[in-house]
């Protein structure tokens, strides 16, 4: 039996601790390394291993310390959120993050320089902990980012990040990086102030040591540069000064509040809780805003809000893992046809290419051919504009976008994206003319909203290489990507598609076909039934009012008017020739369709974009026939986004998708559903299926059997069952 002093036992706990320190030429170097994870995440077990390391530094002082990390691409990203979501009070909280404060304030008192060496992400707890540090070098590597990405957990940071940061790089910089979650390469975090050096990843101990020799910055030895304590020109500096000042400061954070509320409608506290923590800690002395920021963080962390936001990214990460696993299967792929340069087409075409993919962009005529160059050269150009790409890169990545008005080189493509009209006809035309002229093994993806990708086969050949792979408008911008499979589509074109996705930068979500599949499918009630109570008497000013107040990004009627009345008529006519009676659809279509009021495109719809700001369209009522009733603002919320969930509910019974996972990601990617309430199956499992089926059942009798719950609901009531798992 081993002893528990043998050296067996020591090395055996080396091996399991989060990282290692070793003393070369009298610095101390600690490598962050957590063999239990793919990234380093600052947890309980770094704090017990870094308390341990810097108990060994006081009795046995170095000239330096720098943390450097073993994790290709990582620093630290963060805090171990799974520990984050065990909490269950403030006081649990309020103590982990004390905690933390003391073991950062060690790092900040150490009598010798500390160094932050960062190649890769560093991120949320791992900046904090470097603002500790007196000196950040980072890597000039595209992979390296700073930032503070709490805000998107519904946080703030909470290891000393709202009061270090604003001391090192100005009140308004640092808002911007907390409020916004924002993360910067190095140049940019240079010209901050945030980082002391920018080096080549090959030399980064070199730089590293080369800030040690400075020495200890307030010491009579130091030899670095003379430091200002904020960077930027008058403006930045006048700024920072008034949000310092008692009076003054109140301009700068009532911006930033007002900032946020427009842009959040008040559903996020974090953000606001942050722009008080930052405006009372700055006139403290830092251990007492530290103070400050842990009892406001502690009572965030166990907020509605943090925890549904939290389950989302745990969520995402259980989307994103079935995918990589998934994609092992794809087939290698470096060109690929895209057939329609219209919006949708000419967007995917630019993100492929941006993504390194050599594009085939084939359309009709020279001339929409142009359009579709002209709308990727605008979005490249974009990209420049913000310094997100060199010109030199725009150059190159238009250069991979090849014009085609034949199919000429499609012979040598392994997947085609189909972006052309919503028409069965002429996809099937298309599906044959590729076909003919591409290779025998070619995957066909339609982007098909709503069309039955087994309806579009059977115009194929080779049914097994048919699928569909649906995106959302503008397809640089939306996160989501359907990928629809038949019965018969094998499992390499399943793979292709996905791996070609997430290259895209995309989450992916795979369903089984069928009309609408599901985003397109539960959607459609939303805004049907926001219709009917348009109908019914309530105004579009309180529909969409009243909606975007429950969280939606845009109420269903302006988002109705952005799709177009008539493309989403002609997507619910295929839904309702599978849905028949309980489609129901709201008379209001037709009427608008009929007066020209398609929305944004013929310039008038609920809306009137001729003006700027747009308006309700008051001469709208005229034609729809509307007479104004009461109509509780509730019962609109409740009508409608239950009438989502009571499709989604039918999807499942339905076999088109089952994973709670997938439904949860694919509302709120694919269409804005409230992030902050988790997804639509975790707000039913908040509001208790049993109410949602008495809910349902009331406005059923009041309104029509098309608000029936779902038997799949009616059995999860009657059992006492959640969608979700809450052990």
Known sequence: ?????????????????????????????????????????????????????????????????????????????????????????????????????????RFADLPFPVVAAIDGACLGGGLELSLACDFRVATNAPHTKLGVPEVQLGLYPGLGGTQRLPRLIGVPDALDMILTGKQVPAKKAKKL?????????????????????????????????????????????AAHLLARTPGARRLVYDKARETVLAKSGGHYPAPLKAIEVVREGIGLPLNKALEVEAAGFSDLVVTDVA???????????????RSAVLAKAARPVDRIGVLGAGFMGSGVAQLLSSKGYEVLLKDRDHEALGRGLRHCNDLFGKLAKRRRITPVERKLAMSRILPRVDYQGFGRVPIVIEAVFEDVGIKHQVIREVEEAGSDDLIFASNTSTIPISRLAEASKR?????????????????????????????????????VGRRMGKTIIVVNDGPGFFTSRVLGPFINEALWCLSQGASVEQIDRVLTGWGWPVGPIALLDEVGLDIANHAGQVISEYAGDRADTSPIFQKMIDSERLGRKSKRGFYDYRQTPKKVDASMYETIGWEPAEIDNLEIIERTWMQMLNETARCIEDGIIENPYDIDIGVIFGFGFPPFRGGILREADKQGIDYVVARLEDYAEAYGERLAPAQ?????????????RYD
Request: hydrophobic share 40%; aromatic share 6%.
């Open 1 to 105: 039996m081993t002893s528990p002093e043998s050296p067996d036992v020591a090395e055996a706990e080396e091996l399991s601790a989060p990282a290692r320190m070793v003393i070369e030429d009298d610095v101390a170097w600690i490598h962050l390394d957590d063999p239990d994870k793919n990234v380093n995440t600052l947890s309980i077990r770094y704090f017990d291993w870094f308390e341990q390391q810097i108990d060994r530094l006081a009795r046995d002082p170095v000239r330096g310390l720098i943390l450097i990390s073993d994790k290709p691409g990582y620093f630290i990203v963060g805090a171990d959120i799974e520990e984050l979501r065990a909490f269950q009070n403030p006081q649990e909280v309020h103590a982990m993050v004390m905690r933390g404060h003391a073991l950062v304030g």
């Open 712 to 724: 799949l609901l009616r059995d999860m009531a009657n059992k006492g069952e959640t969608f979700h």
């Open 193 to 237: 102030g945030l980082i002391d050096a920018i080096c080549a990843p090959q030399v980064l101990r070199q730089a590293a040591l080369e800030l040690v020799s400075w020495g200890k910055p307030g010491s009579k030895r130091y030899r670095g540069p003379s430091r200002k304590a904020i960077k930027g020109g008058l403006g930045k500096r």
């Open 307 to 321: 925890k549904g936001l939290i389950s989302i990214f745990f969520t995402k990460n259980d989307v994103d893992g």
């Open 463 to 499: 049914p097994e290489n048919m699928i569909g792979m649906h995106f959302f408008s503008p397809v640089h911008k939306m996160p989501l990507i359907e990928i629809i499979k038949t019965a018969q589509t094998s499992d390499e074109a399943v793979a292709t598609t996905v791996e």
